[in-house]
């Protein structure tokens, strides 16, 4: 048995750069920039929307927030981001990996059409889909005023986040990692579950992540087709806008709080998630 | 026969990668499947490996009828350039896969990687993850875990194309050293001569989608089938209108038998060998020469000086006209 050849490999598991604890001009620059930028187009809104919920006390926002409009309204906006997210994340991940692994007539054109949702100002979405889902469709399918209609809409435009997230990672994918796995006995599925599915898990997460915050909070392309029934197809970005065209901005923040603070707990949940998947299978 | 491919035939769109191909390969030995880049030796060992399925032709694997077995079901082993590693994995789940795959106990699924990772001088870095390692330990994990579900057939793609030169070299010796211990049949492609000449048993040269020649190492050195053969396999040069290996013709300080009169044009010293440059005095044609140190000093060789040419060697193939 020969010797194998020897080649130094790193001493730690991850080793990270020694650090003196003080940052150069040039990336300290960076980093004051980033952050008051960060501040004022985000946290300073962010921070308003709170002080104005809680302006008036915390009595007052805790009677927006229980008040069982607004509870059905963020019920309704809450559960139905969740399940358009996870229908997205499966069927953006087959649109992806069609779009990237099969070549057929017109690939082009889908690739192209896929980003309409993104394009297309959202309350001509919800044209769109009225007068296809609506009392004049053409199909005979009548959504207006259903959860259904609801759902459909935000599918529309929630598509492309995960395609877009996935179809990159995709491409990048190596065919010989799925070759060497089926020459080592791996079924079809097994590849997919072991092999892919780790490798593509991170990039799915973060476009459901989008996929969620834009559904959570979208508005244009929901509210002609939902007909705002109080109780039934209320959204709470509706809701928000109902309050404050009746002057209670105090409520309208205090809903926007509590859907903030809804966001932030699914956001930081795939986050975790996505860091889970990034690390091991 | 452990492997016998005959007829094949496999195009991608208007290009032939190989025109009716048939091969045997012997069982326990190390073949070098050689030749340049598109040549379609890569093709052969994918379609062996069941990766690539031929037009028409049939291969055979240790008797069994494979031609459209899936890869699954071939019991080869296939080491890629690129290492294919799995990324997400650690080194020891890398090479348990294939014994996962068939659900063998635990127990015995550590115990078998943990004797490949000591067999490919891996086994202190069992938890690290692929890319922690450098190119050359990721290819001897490769060739473990391609060696954990007990292949009857092992075959590498260029195994050391992505290695820098030294790797390369000495991971070749220790390819040839644990074929000799482990005896499977293993087909190794590769574009570098030099590699396949002092790796191999036997030596397949792939040309245009065809084999041009097969054989012991030095049978193809010395009696190459056709001058593409000779060209391939080492260093040319033409004298007197033939193709001869250069440290195949003999100088000489004063006229002899069949000995042909030149001039030196120019001298190089390249480490241990001398290059001499040379013009005929009869036909003008431009030799070179490679000789040791010492003979060139012998000769008292340098520029302008008159020196006799002959072929030490005969040569086998004949005259590009």
Partial sequence: MATAPEIPAPPRRRPRPVSSGRLSAASGLGLGVGMLWLSLIVLLPIASIVVVALQSGFGPFREAVTDSEALDTIKLSVGAAVLVTVINAVLGTLVAWVLVRDSFPGKRIVEVIIDIPFALP????GLVLISLYGPQSPFGIDLVGTRRGIFVALLFVTLPFVVRSVQPVLIDMERDVEEAAASLGASGFTIFRRIVLPTI???????????FARALGEFGSVILIS?????????????MLKLIEQNDTTGAAAVATLLLVVAVIVLVLLDSLQRLAARRD | MSISVSGINKRFGDFV????VSLEVPTGRLTALLGPSGGGKSTLLRIIAGLEFPDTGSVEIEGVQATWLPPQKRSVG???????AFKHMTVFKNVAFGLEIRRKPRAEIRQRVMELLELVHLEQFADRLPSQLSGGQRQRMALARALAVQPEVLLLDEPFGALDA????????????LHDEMNVTTIFVTHDQEEALEVSDEIVVINGGRIEQVGAPADLYDRPANDFVMKFLGPVTTLDGQLVRPHDIELLAAPGQEAIEATVTRLTRV????RAELRTSKGGSEPWVQLTRIQAQELDLEPGRSVWLRTTHAPKTLAVS
């Fill in chain 2, 17 to 20: 990668a190989l025109d009716n």
């Fill in chain 2, 271 to 274: 480490g241990f060998e001398v």
């Fill in chain 1, 227 to 239: 007909a705002n029934l109080i109780g039934k197809t209320e959204v709470s970005s509706a809701y």
């Fill in chain 2, 78 to 84: 296939f080491v890629f350039q690129h290492y294919a």
């Fill in chain 1, 122 to 125: 959202t309350i001509v979405a």
């Fill in chain 2, 166 to 177: 030294q790797v390369r070299k000495e991971l070749r010796d220790w390819l040839r050293n």
């Fill in chain 1, 201 to 211: 898990a991170p990039a799915m997460l973060a476009g459901s992540a989008l996929a």
